[in-house]
């Protein structure tokens, strides 16, 4: 093996322990370690998208709400039907 070689492989060794290759391949061979964080990510992400739509909702209906009081003369009847059906469904 010459010097050039040798120098490749210690500049390939460095760059496989600076990407945590062993670490990675540790996580990635513990299947209920694994499955245990994509679960837990799912459910957080998950939850995450419910309370945003739920927020996003709720403004929608306060802004429809005050376009219905200021009583646009187009827009008025139609959101007064929309906040009353939302208001049946809660």
């Keep these: 093996m010459t010097g050039r070689d040798r ?6 060794i460095d760059t496989l322990e600076r990407m945590r290759l062993d670490e990675y391949l540790e996580y990635a061979g513990n299947r209920r370690r694994l499955i245990m964080n994509s679960l ?4 957080c992400r998950g939850l995450g998208f419910t309370l945003g739509v739920s927020v996003l909702s709720a403004l929608l ?4 709400r ?3 009081v200021e009583n646009i003369p187009l827009l008025g009847g139609f959101l007064a039907q929309v906040i009353r059906a939302i208001e049946a469904r809660m």
């Design 7 to 12: 120098a490749r492989i210690d500049r390939l």
């Design 61 to 64: 209906a306060q802004v429809l």
């Design 40 to 43: 837990i990510g799912g459910a």
């Design 66 to 68: 005050a376009l219905v």
